[in-house]
Structures are given as structure tokens and as C-alpha cells.
């Protein structure tokens, strides 16, 4: 077993490296430059002055080259400085330790997408089962209806459907930021109840889609195994349905939930950008997109390669998965 994890963790470097070179690339082909976009907040500044811009942030170099710089300063997991006028060291601007933990914009965008993958699994397996379990039922039918149109809405137009309605015509829920501007005179409790407020809306909305994928993923997969002999014999021991279903058919149709729950570890900080904007939450998400436009390479890049590793990470997590949910795979 530590044989076989240390394999995978070696495998995963020249995929990192490979996923970095593309995205590297990828990136300053869009049009634009830093040095422009900081021209453009001083119209005063000279020609000559943006020459030293860029030489200074090695923009005057071949893509080649800079690529080379930057990743000599990976393989000491320093990421360079931000672009923007700051000019502070990008993990510093993902982890500032000098706000609360909660004010972090790593932790914000892991809080978030973890209470949404914990209603996800709450929520859609269940339901998974019993809509194999009774399927054609008025339930299944029911389920079947609102995971279409949980794969049919946008998570944007959702969004913005919440917000008019909880915050802007009932006034029940705040629609943006993570906290309120008189949070800090807040009783411990009061913080607790604010924070729970402001964060209401965007897990629903991280977490809706996933409740459609996950439920019938986890229906599909529950409808073939519980097809298989093996549930066929169990039923003719005269087991009682309960068991047959949540012991003996339920860890074999967990496999493809495992897959889903790994791929979604990769996509904490890419599924972040949408909700994160719209409701003006300061995580990874929001962050990746304003360094996007503001063409701030070095944070894009760390952003991408922390995501890349968590995909990978993700991966890793879901084969230890299949074996602790497949006995056969332990065997093998």
C-alpha cells in the first residue's frame, strides 16, 4: 500500500509540470499585458516607463524563458510576487495570516465547497436510492423532473433568481459579502448567526447542481446492482429489503459517487469563480477572476497549479475510495 501511494504521488509531478507548461502558455496568448493595463490607470505614464515594466516583471524575454524563470522559483514553492500595484508575494494574498481565519480566501472558497459537498452527499444519496428502489413510483417521477431542471439551469441565472427573491423582496437573507459591517459588535452567537446568513445562499447555489449529477449517478448506479445475483441470492435468504439494499447493494453502487466526489475535490476553486463573484464573497474564485482580467500571471498561475494538484489529489483520494468500498480492488 505505501508502495502503491508513493507511485501516485511520483506520477503526479510531470502532470503538474505538464498542466503548468500548456496553462503557462495558454495564458499569455490572450491579448493584452500587465504593463497595459497599468498604463491604462496612469495615462501619464512614458513609454520608456512601461519598457521598464516589463523588463522588470521579464515580459521582454521569450515565453520560453520566462516559463524557465518561473519554474525554477516553483521547485522552491515560491510563486513570485502579484502584478497588481501591491506587489506582495502571491500566497501571502491567498493566505493572509494577518486577517481572521474566516476572512482567508483559501479557507472561504474550502468552507464553502465543503458544506456543499456535505449536503450534496446527505441529500443525493438518499434520494439515489430510493428512486431505484421505486422506480416508476410518483417519488421517482418527481426526482427525475427536478434533477432535469437542476441540469438545465445555469448556476448564475439561480443565483440571481435567489437574491431577488430572499434578499431583495423578502429581506430574509443578505446577497453579498461574507459578513455584515457591524459584524465586529456582534455577540459570539450573533457572529455565528450572521455568518450562517450570508453563507446560506451560496452553498445552495454551489451545491445545487451537484445534488442533480450525484442523484443520478447514485440511481443509475443502484438500479444495475441491485440487478446483479449476488442482491438476487441475498433476497432469497429472506433477508429483510433494508439490509439487502444498504448492505449488500449500497457499497457496490457507491463506486461511481466516490468518482464524482474526487473529480469535485479538483474543482473547488473553477466552481468558486461564478457564485464567488456574484455574491462578492472574497475567495479563491473571486481572486482568479480579477487576476484574469488584470492579466496578473504569477497569481494565475498559482492558482491553477493549486488546482491541478488538488484534481490530482482528488483522484488519489478516489481510488483509496474503491478500495475500502470494493474489497475486490484491495484484493487485486
Request: glycine share 6%; with cysteine.
Amino acid at each position: 500500500m505505501p508502495i502503491y501511494f508513493a507511485k501516485r504521488f511520483l506520477e503526479m509531478i510531470p502532470t503538474i509540470f505538464g498542466v503548468t507548461l500548456i496553462s503557462f502558455f495558454i495564458i499569455h496568448l490572450a491579448p493584452g499585458k500587465p504593463t497595459d493595463i497599468l498604463a491604462e490607470m496612469n495615462p501619464k505614464i512614458t513609454p520608456e516607463a512601461r519598457e521598464r515594466l516589463e523588463k522588470m516583471y521579464n515580459l521582454d524575454k521569450p515565453i520560453i524563458v520566462q516559463y524557465g524563470l518561473w519554474l525554477k522559483r516553483i521547485v522552491k514553492l515560491d510563486f513570485g510576487e502579484s502584478f497588481s500595484t501591491d506587489r506582495r508575494p502571491v500566497m501571502q494574498k491567498i493566505w493572509d495570516k494577518e486577517k481572521p481565519l474566516i476572512e482567508r480566501r483559501l479557507f472561504v472558497t474550502f468552507i464553502i465547497n465543503l458544506l456543499s459537498l456535505i449536503i450534496i452527499l446527505i441529500i443525493a444519496i438518499p434520494v439515489g436510492i430510493s428512486s431505484a428502489t421505486r422506480r416508476n413510483s410518483i417519488f421517482d417521477r418527481i426526482t427525475t423532473v427536478s434533477v432535469f431542471i437542476g441540469f438545465a439551469m445555469p448556476s448564475f441565472w439561480l443565483a440571481l433568481l435567489l437574491m431577488m427573491l430572499f434578499g431583495v423582496h423578502l429581506h430574509w437573507l443578505p446577497i453579498s459579502q461574507l459578513k455584515s459591517m457591524h459584524y465586529d459588535s456582534l455577540s459570539m452567537v450573533g457572529k455565528v448567526w450572521d455568518l450562517t446568513k450570508h453563507l446560506i445562499l451560496p452553498v445552495f447555489v454551489s451545491a445545487f447542481n451537484g445534488l442533480a449529477y450525484d442523484s443520478r449517478f447514485m440511481r443509475s448506479s443502484m438500479l444495475e446492482i441491485i440487478r446483479q445475483d449476488f442482491v438476487t441470492v441475498a433476497r432469497a435468504k429472506g433477508l429483510p429489503e433494508r439490509e439487502v439494499i444498504y448492505r449488500h447493494a449500497f457499497m457496490n453502487a457507491l463506486l461511481p459517487i466516490i468518482t464524482l466526489i474526487g473529480l469535485s475535490i479538483g474543482g473547488l476553486i473553477g466552481g468558486s469563480v461564478i457564485f464567488e463573484n456574484i455574491f462578492g464573497i472574497p475567495g479563491m474564485g473571486q481572486l482568479f477572476y480579477m487576476s484574469v482580467m488584470t492579466r496578473d500571471y504569477p497569481m494565475v498561475m498559482c492558482i491553477l497549479t493549486i488546482g491541478a494538484f488538488l484534481t490530482l489529489l482528488g483522484n488519489m483520494l478516489a481510488d483509496i475510495g474503491y478500495m475500502f468500498a470494493d474489497p475486490r480492488i484491495r484484493a487485486g
